[in-house]
């Protein structure tokens, strides 16, 4: 089955301690890019990338560093979480040009206290 | 940059009734247009989109969207609402740039 793997689902976190949220993509798929939904805001987009070895910012990079050293992976990591990081996030990837729409993954849902 | 704005936080319509969720975007060249549908405690999932051609597009669940380019908008609808398709639902779009832009997202209540 096509889709986008996010693990954990639910974390619950202290202040600084350093996380990874990992995602995988089994569709080959060239883009891939991580948001934050928080209510109001709908979704804010952390990083991007546009294949291996290529990441980029979105509107919403402080606090957050990314990876792609393969194509069908894209960690997010927070090297020290803190409580403004509490969110729900999810990892997405589509292939290259616009005219794609995004898988997305489940998503998951952290807390940080 | 492109933008999309969805004006309506909140939809409440009766099941049977005809059902619009509005959404309005701004890009610079074509404009690559998006729904996407959010159930409680999943992931977003695809709904439609409009690349080019007619402006009326179908998709899942029954739903459709017009896309109008003089007023910048990609309106949802739906012939007849159901209880079921309660849900928060995103309007996106995307430039040549690859990124996509979501709008703020607009909560659909249906009541029975």
């Known amino acids: 089955e096509a889709q986008v793997t996010q693990n954990p689902r639910y974390l619950i976190t202290v202040t600084g301690k350093k996380l990874t949220v990992t995602c995988s993509q089994n569709?080959?798929?060239?883009?891939m890019s991580w948001y934050r939904q928080d209510p109001g805001l709908g979704l804010r987009q952390i990083y991007y990338s546009m294949n291996v070895e290529v990441t980029d910012k979105g509107d919403v990079p402080e606090g957050y560093k990314v990876s792609r050293k393969e194509k069908r992976n894209f960690p997010l990591i927070l090297e020290s979480p803190s409580p403004n990081q509490t969110s729900l996030y999810f990892c997405?990837?589509?292939?290259?040009?616009?005219?794609?729409?995004?898988?997305f993954g489940s998503g998951t849902r952290l807390t940080v206290v | 940059a492109q933008s999309v704005a969805q004006p309506e936080d909140q939809v409440n319509v009766a099941e049977g009734n005809p059902l619009t969720v509005k959404c309005t975007y701004s890009?610079?060249?074509?404009?690559?247009l998006f729904w996407y549908v959010q159930y409680p405690n999943r992931g977003l999932q695809f709904l439609l989109k409009?690349?080019?051609?007619?402006?009326l597009v179908k998709g899942s669940y029954g739903f459709e969207a017009e896309f109008n380019k003089s007023q910048t908008s990609f309106h949802l609808k739906k012939p007849s609402a159901l209880v079921s398709d309660s849900a928060l639902y995103f309007c996106a779009v995307r430039a040549n740039n690859n990124d996509m832009r979501f709008g703020a997202g607009t909560r659909l209540t249906v009541k029975p």
């Open positions: 890009v610079s060249g074509n404009p690559y």
């Open positions: 569709m080959n798929h060239e883009y």
């Open positions: 997405a990837s589509s292939l290259g040009g616009p005219g794609y729409g995004y898988t």
């Open positions: 409009y690349i080019t051609g007619d402006n």
